[in-house]
């Protein structure tokens, strides 16, 4: 069996996890698939946007449960850091508490989808400057990373409202939907990119090449599905293994940056489920290919 035949069966697995076959008698390269089979593959296409927009939201929900417990503690970091007195303090955390905990009941209910977005967008700004993480590269990045998932969930947003309309013509592949899927798919290979250690040992550099080969094939959209799908099973090892809040004591101050750590690896895990769930869209090598 050639490599092209293992990278064809690779990615009829990453297309059966979005893309359940309904009925059509084909049968995928990698095998036929059983009726039971079948129905997990068509139960995992019908739940898998769920869990996607679950992880995604999962860190703003976590710092929005935060601002209610620690109001106190984050109200005086920001008067002591900006010198702005309590009460612009206080309304700065109020609108971090009400706007990621509000955004994310409209996500998760599926109402007003495109508006919470955009919020969360702006908590993301707001944030990147009161705590200066403009300056740390680190989560500057990271913080870029999740916005490249809100652009995904944004570009499926976008793609829902216009199937509510049978009949009406679709605006087709010039339609900005494309665009922010390519954005959010380049923005969230930055989360990886800090996750390189340059190191001299075997196993570090094997994993930078693959890890680099991984998200330069999401970025650019060739063999998308596989790759994202890859990238989150790889993530999600490093999530578990590497930022387990839970073993460390809540009064050490690394609980909490652990706990920072794994909430935001998950909202990128989210984010790369959707490409899994949507595909890459019009702006990639897997959709141009399709013209050659």
């Known amino acids: ?6 990278m064809g069966q690779a990615e009829d697995v990453a297309d059966q996890v979005s893309c359940a076959p309904r009925g059509t008698g084909a049968e995928p390269r990698a095998g036929r698939v059983a009726a039971g089979g079948g129905l997990f593959l068509r139960l995992t296409k019908q739940y898998l946007p769920h ?10 929900l976590e710092d929005g449960v935060r601002m209610w417990f620690q109001w106190s503690e984050q109200s005086e970091y920001i008067s002591a850091t900006w010198n702005c007195g309590w009460f612009l303090a206080s309304c700065f955390v109020l609108i971090n508490l009400l706007g990621q905990l ?6 998760l209910s599926r109402n007003f989808v495109q508006y919470a977005c955009f919020a969360l967008f702006g908590i993301i700004a707001l944030q990147t400057v009161a705590y200066s993480i403009l300056w740390d590269v680190k989560f500057l990045m990271r913080n870029l990373a999740l916005g490249g998932g809100l652009l995904l969930l944004l570009a ?3 793609g829902e409202g216009k199937s509510m309309f049978a009949g009406v013509p679709s605006l087709g592949e010039s339609s900005p939907k494309q665009y922010m899927q390519l ?5 969230l290979v930055l989360m990886f990119m800090t996750l390189l250690h340059f190191e001299l040992n075997l196993i570090t ?4 090449l693959v890890g680099t080969a991984l998200i330069v094939l999401v970025a650019v959209g060739f063999k998308t599905k596989l790759a994202a799908l890859t990238l989150v099973l790889w993530l999600a090892w490093i999530n578990l293994y590497f930022n387990a809040f839970w073993t460390v004591a809540a009064y050490k101050p690394m609980h909490d940056f652990l706990k920072y750590d794994f909430f935001q690896t998950t909202s990128v895990i989210g984010g790369l489920l959707l490409v899994v ?9 897997d959709e141009k290919k399709k013209e050659w």
Do not use: Y
């Open 205 to 208: 550099i094997v994993q930078n």
């Open 277 to 285: 769930a949507l595909g890459p869209g019009g702006v990639s090598m």
């Open 51 to 60: 869990v996607a927009r679950l992880c995604l939201i999962s860190t703003f």
């Open 183 to 187: 954005g959010g798919r380049v923005l």
């Open 1 to 6: 069996m050639g490599h092209n035949d293992l």
């Open 102 to 107: 509000g955004s994310c009941v409209l996500i």
């Open 156 to 158: 499926e947003s976008r």
